[in-house]
């Protein structure tokens, strides 16, 4: 199959999650063979219009003027003629161009709206970037909702959410058992609070420990928050841990905890899940988190703080889980296969 990617800014120029997410998807749609080539501005500073990087051929549309890109990409994509477009919706007017080359290629254009695209609420592209494709693919329903209140359809949006590398929780060995564990970017949207308040109500209950993972901005503050509760001894905040260190610390951990006040794909509750972690998550309107655990058995949602000191009692009350095999439909070859299926089906349709 040969796809085209329209990519304004991949990385190296953007490393927000939905821009990893479409070079994930590249460089696996290239190694299981595909032709994939993405159209972006050029950052790799010489006069070469093109170079491959991972088995995926990266073409500049401009490397200088910005503007230009819209009105080239069409022209671009009718000469390739790509059996799919993908595209992003940072920028929308990208999106847009890159259906109209799209229809002169004769093919079908599926626009991947993670929902951390910086440009999306402000654009006066916004509302034809979900109308226009074949269709709109986000990692999650709320994201999915979000898409349909700018005009996108319950027909042309789906959810395909965020994978994860199962063998690498295969191949891991746990660390010493935890009894709580939490991971996130220690930032105003942590909200480790909510978690300090329900361990503190678990003071007297002898024996158990948490891991605190990951750094940042708030992470002084949680600290001293755990100190005035009593708990300094109870919770050990470990900072920065690559994913070998993540995924080895959940495999040995009972619970895993998710408070922050936004996620749009609760990435490290569904490593945590996998690797079989009882989840417990405090419901927030602007998170995805609860979408992982619903209807699901080792899964537990709150929609306030003070219930979580019984979430995680009740947690505990759940036999200790190695790996939780029913996550393996997130792995990253099952995850491919539901982009390369859409792309058929799209494909079927017509465009």
Sequence with gaps: MRIAVVFRRPPPQSDRDGALRLRRLARRFAARGHEVRVYCLGWWGSD?????????????????????????????????RPDVVLTSASPPGAAVSARIGAILARAPVICDWFGDEPETETSPWAGMAARMPTRVVTPSELQRTRVRELGGTEANTTVIPQSIDFSL?????????????????????ANLES????????????????????????????????????????????????????VAIYRGAHAFVQTARRELFAEE?????????????????????????????????????????????????????????????????????DYLELFQVCGAEGN
């Design 48 to 80: 070469t219009r093109q170079f491959e990087l991972d088995g995926v051929v990266y073409e500049s549309v401009t490397f200088e003027t910005p503007p230009l890109f819209y009105t080239r990409v069409p022209g671009l994509l009718a000469r390739y």
């Design 169 to 189: 929780i295969d191949k891991t060995d746990p660390t010493e058992r935890r009894d709580v564990v939490y991971a996130r970017r220690l930032d105003a949207d």
């Design 195 to 246: 978690l300090l308040l329900g361990l503190a109500e678990l003071r007297s209950e002898a024996g158990w420990t948490a891991t605190v993972i990951g750094d940042g901005p708030e992470r002084a503050d949680y600290e001293r928050q755990a100190r005035d509760l009593g708990l300094a001894d109870r919770i050990e905040f470990v900072g920065e841990c690559d994913r070998a260190e993540r």
């Design 269 to 337: 509750l569904l490593w945590a899940l996998a690797a079989g972690c009882v989840g417990i998550v405090e419901y927030q309107g602007d998170s995805s988190a609860h979408e992982l655990v619903e209807r699901r058995e080792r899964g537990i949602r709150v929609t306030d703080t003070e219930a979580l000191d019984d979430a995680i009692e009740e947690a505990w009350s759940y036999g200790f889980r190695d790996i939780d095999e029913s996550f393996r439909e997130f792995d990253h070859t099952n995850v491919i296969d």
